[in-house]
């Protein structure tokens, strides 16, 4: 909490900001939550934010998931991988 601009701390969910130990708790169970719906059709669109260091586990998360799915990640002004795209 204490790296967190005032900006973020004031407006963020805390949810968003404080997922597990990795932040990566919310992410995993949404992405779970959705293979095992079967609601997802061939060719779905999933666009997600995601946060610092987050792009490897995602990554070996959704290749357990979806093997046949193409995942790519998009980059902020920063540099750091901030949007993560799964297609079906």
Do not use: C, N
């Amino acid at each position: 909490m204490d790296m967190l601009t005032p900006d973020v701390r004031a407006y963020e969910p805390h949810l968003a900001l404080f997922s597990g130990t990795h932040g990566l708790d919310l992410l995993y169970r949404f992405f779970t939550e959705a293979q095992q719906s079967g609601k997802l059709k061939e060719h779905a669109l999933l666009l997600l934010e995601i946060g610092y260091q987050q792009r490897e586990p995602l990554k070996r998360l959704l290749s357990e998931l979806w093997p046949q799915a193409t995942v790519t990640f998009a980059k902020d002004f920063s540099g750091w991988d901030r949007l993560i795209k799964v297609i079906l």
